[in-house]
Each structure stands twice: as structure tokens, then as C-alpha cells.
């Protein structure tokens, strides 16, 4: 309606050696979450719009299946990507430290192994505000889910 407040999309983006945008993938899957014992309350749909389509995209390494942070969560999404021929998938993130302790490597190395492809997944570190910490270590994972390589946090 004319009245809701507008929202944006949280958009991964490929550019190519050029320069040039070559695809966009609007994320699907919005984190909410709200612990009122701790004061945490993280409402991404306020500010944020869902997108609604997969999308893989050609690079020079082999085709590229686009995700966002907390897609991830749904298995099923990169089941599709696969069938839609990624070879690798991409998971640009920004975990909370205690959801990364718990989840990330786990997540991100079922992921690899379920779909038999290589994950990468670049992600926030660092403080934000008071209230808000990222956990960081970008990730490299091969198809039998070994870490090749993990920037720390």
C-alpha cells in the first residue's frame, strides 16, 4: 500500500573483470529473530523485502550458485541451485558470533558435501555496535566438505 514503509533488497551481486553486473540474486530467505532475555532483536523483513528467484550466473571458474547468509539454513535451495548446474555456491554472510561458533562451518560444510561442489563464502567480521558482533571466517570448502581455506575471525 502507499502507506507501508518502503524496503529494500539484500542483493548479491557478480561483477565481472570488467566492471560490468553481470547478475543479481535478491535473498530469499530474511533473518528474524528475537531473544527479549538477552535485549536481541533482529528483524531483517522491517527494512528488508524477500526476493523470490534462484539465480545462477556463467564466471570464468564454472557456473556460480548465488545465496546469501541465512539461505543456508534451507538445504533445499542449494539442492535447486545444483540442479540449475552450479558448480560452486556462493554464501556471502554476516553470522552473529554465537549463531558462527555453533553454525558456520557446520552449515557451510553440509552444504558442500550434500550438493558435491565446492562452497564459498565470504563473511563480516568485526563489531557493528554495541549490541552486534560479526563472526567472520570466509571459507573455502571442497566437495567432500574439507576446509581449504578459513580467514579466521
Given at each position: 500500500?502507499?502507506?507501508?514503509?518502503?524496503?529494500?533488497?539484500?542483493?548479491?551481486?557478480?561483477?565481472?573483470?570488467?566492471?560490468?553486473?553481470?547478475?543479481?540474486?535478491?535473498?530469499?530467505?530474511?533473518?528474524?529473530?528475537?531473544?527479549?532475555?538477552?535485549?536481541?532483536?533482529?528483524?531483517?523483513?522491517?527494512?528488508?523485502?524477500?526476493?523470490?528467484?534462484?539465480?545462477?550466473?556463467?564466471?570464468?571458474?564454472?557456473?556460480?550458485?548465488?545465496?546469501?547468509?541465512?539461505?543456508?539454513?534451507?538445504?533445499?535451495?542449494?539442492?535447486?541451485?545444483?540442479?540449475?548446474?552450479?558448480?560452486?555456491?556462493?554464501?556471502?554472510?554476516?553470522?552473529?558470533?554465537?549463531?558462527?561458533?555453533?553454525?558456520?562451518?557446520?552449515?557451510?560444510?553440509?552444504?558442500?558435501?550434500?550438493?558435491q561442489c565446492y562452497v564459498l563464502?565470504?563473511?563480516?567480521?568485526?563489531?557493528?555496535?554495541?549490541?552486534?558482533?560479526?563472526?567472520g571466517h570466509s571459507i573455502a570448502?571442497?566437495?567432500?566438505?574439507?576446509?581449504?581455506?578459513?580467514?579466521?575471525?
Amino acid at each position: 500500500s502507499s502507506t507501508s514503509t518502503p524496503r529494500v533488497y539484500n542483493t548479491h551481486i557478480i561483477v565481472n573483470s570488467d566492471g560490468e553486473l553481470v547478475s543479481t540474486y535478491r535473498k530469499i530467505h530474511l533473518f528474524d529473530v528475537s531473544i527479549p532475555s538477552q535485549n536481541i532483536h533482529l528483524v531483517e523483513s522491517k527494512t528488508t523485502a524477500p526476493g523470490t528467484k534462484l539465480v545462477v550466473c556463467d564466471s570464468p571458474l564454472g557456473l556460480l550458485g548465488l545465496s546469501t547468509c541465512y539461505d543456508m539454513r534451507f538445504p533445499e535451495q542449494y539442492t535447486r541451485l545444483r540442479e540449475l548446474g552450479a558448480q560452486i555456491l556462493l554464501a556471502p554472510s554476516a553470522f552473529t558470533v554465537p549463531t558462527g561458533r555453533a553454525h558456520w562451518h557446520t552449515l557451510l560444510r553440509c552444504r558442500a558435501i550434500e550438493n558435491q561442489c565446492y562452497v564459498l563464502a565470504a563473511a563480516q567480521f568485526g563489531v557493528h555496535n554495541e549490541k552486534r558482533s560479526s563472526y567472520g571466517h570466509s571459507i573455502a570448502v571442497d566437495p567432500w566438505g574439507a576446509v581449504l581455506a578459513d580467514a579466521g575471525g
